[in-house]
């Protein structure tokens, strides 16, 4: 049974830091693409940040990609969000979303599916951050 867990989420000033997880059971890393999404209420979800290990290939929205990094450990099955000088406008639910690599779209780039693609999500983690 394919599953995720995001946890470590938090409240923290302008300028801290925070290391998201996802837990993944029931797959392996390396035959899926995950990605972290965040959403504030009212906004649309946000494609943060996505890593395919075995296609050595990672990516992050411009807002975050001098901030934050995205990490993997197959041997723990999880993948990590360091983010670094967290803004107030980083403050969201932060969700991880899993996509089989074998349902990518042959002529789409591996992070660039939207986030109805992603097949297996996690219950979210909440972020926030007080200036």
């Known amino acids: 049974e394919v599953q995720l867990q995001a946890s470590g989420g938090g409240s923290v000033q302008a300028g801290g830091s925070l290391r998201l997880s996802c837990a993944a059971s029931?797959?392996?890393?390396?035959?899926?693409?995950i990605g972290w999404f965040r959403q504030d209420p009212g906004k649309e979800r946000e494609g943060v940040s996505c890593?395919?290990?075995?296609?050595?290939?990672?990516y992050y929205t411009d807002s975050v990609k001098d901030r934050f990094a995205i990490s993997s450990d197959n041997a723990k099955n999880t993948v990590y969000l360091q983010m670094n000088n967290l803004k107030p406008e980083d403050a969201a639910v932060y969700y991880c979303?899993?996509?089989?690599?074998?349902?990518?779209?042959?002529?789409?780039?591996?992070?660039?599916?939207?986030?109805?693609?992603?097949?297996?999500w996690g219950q979210g983690t909440l972020v926030t951050v007080s200036s």
């Open positions: 979303a899993a996509l089989a690599r074998n349902r990518l779209r042959v002529g789409a780039r591996i992070c660039m599916h939207a986030p109805y693609e992603y097949g297996y």
């Open positions: 029931g797959f392996s890393l390396g035959d899926y693409v």
């Open positions: 890593i395919s290990s075995s296609d050595l290939v990672t």
